[in-house]
């Protein structure tokens, strides 16, 4: 009696483990969701912790790169932590609600926060969308620009792993900031050889001229948060460089030459080249070695291509100035709205 009920026993856990797979494998899998795995990656301080979280495949890649390939921009992405504390901010991170991670930097009077917009699980595939805002003594950053991430998790081998990266920047035309700057500093048209324009038709050129203008700046306030964004990584990817002042130093994408300290591949080619959409961009105030501080200057190149002038520094807190001079912007900005 005893060796059957041992044999039906045997039988139908066999059953179970066929039909329903092993339950406590399956619970051990699932013991760190997505979103602890993301936080975990970036933000924990036992070493290993960010490459624990790639792929195989590409852990296997990066053990066989360059040191000054793409596993030093990696590590710059999982030293951002450090970098942020060390200027005395604040950094606060949730595993749970509505926002992802938060930045408090009482002595700038300013705030990031990153949130989570949409978090969709499908079996062993979390698709997670993050936005990004800013905000200055308690004002909203936005210009119309929004700034959004995606980050594809996937598990494999028990754990989440980071496997798919896509980045979008967006102005949407019916935001509030956007049709502010359409309907402000609108200037009489006049044609190329100064004369005025028939009244029928100056309302349709001011319209047109104040829309491109009012788009050149909302991208160039966009370009200003890559730039900060860059020097951020650049000085992690590069720890004994600081900040660079050299435009040049945080491009190179498309060279084929790989990654290096003149040769960051963090901004486009265009923006690189320190012109993009009408304004002029530029990066100054470094010091020391390695160099704590930087400014990031962005100028309209003429008064067609915009009316302000925008600038930043190591605080990440955008400013403005309606002159549209540098100089301007750095003394005596105002907080962007």
């Known amino acids: 009696m005893l060796r059957t009920k041992k044999l039906l026993a045997l039988i139908f856990g066999g059953t179970f483990f066929l039909l329903f797979g092993n339950p406590f494998a399956s619970a051990q899998a699932t013991s760190q969701t ?14 290993g912790t960010f490459q624990k979280h790639l792929p195989q495949a590409t852990q296997a890649a990066l053990r066989k790169a360059e040191p000054a ?31 992802l991670l938060l930045i408090d930097d009482p002595l700038a009077h300013s705030k990031f926060e990153i949130t989570v917009e949409r978090d969709d699980l499908r079996g062993d595939e979390d698709e997670i969308e993050l936005a990004f805002h800013g905000s200055k003594d308690g004002e909203t950053q936005t210009a119309g620009a929004k700034f959004r991430l995606t980050l594809i998790m996937k598990q494999e081998a028990g754990s989440w792993r980071l496997n798919e990266i896509s980045a979008a920047v967006g102005v949407s035309l019916s935001d509030p900031e956007f049709l502010k700057a359409m309907t402000k500093n609108v200037r009489p048209a006049v044609t190329g ?37 860059a020097e951020i990584t650049y000085a992690a990817s590069f720890p004994t460089a600081g900040f660079t002042c050299t435009l040049s130093d945080l491009g190179g994408m498309g060279s084929g030459n790989g990654v290096s300290e003149h040769q960051a591949m963090l901004i486009d080619p265009r923006l690189a080249g320190g012109r993009k959409n009408g ?24 008064p067609t291509s915009g009316t ?30």
């Open 279 to 302: 304004y002029i961009f530029a990066l100054s105030g470094c010091n020391g070695s390695p160099s704590s501080r930087y400014r990031v200057t962005a100028v309209p190149a003429d």
């Open 193 to 229: 050889v100064g004369t005025a324009m028939p009244s029928s038709s100056a309302p349709q050129v001011m319209n047109l001229s104040a829309a491109s203008s009012a788009a050149n700046e909302a991208t160039a306030v966009a370009a200003v948060r890559t730039l900060n964004t």
């Open 34 to 47: 997505a979103r602890q795995a993301l936080l975990d990656m970036f933000f924990s301080k036992t070493p």
């Open 69 to 99: 390939s793409g596993a030093s921009m990696l590590a710059g992405f999982s030293a951002l932590t450090s970098q942020l504390s060390a200027r005395g901010q604040q950094l606060q991170t949730f595993e749970a609600g509505p926002t």
């Open 308 to 337: 302000r002038a925008f600038c930043s520094d190591e605080s990440a807190a955008i400013r403005f100035s309606i002159d549209g001079k540098a100089e301007s912007c750095l003394s005596i900005g105002k907080p962007l709205q």
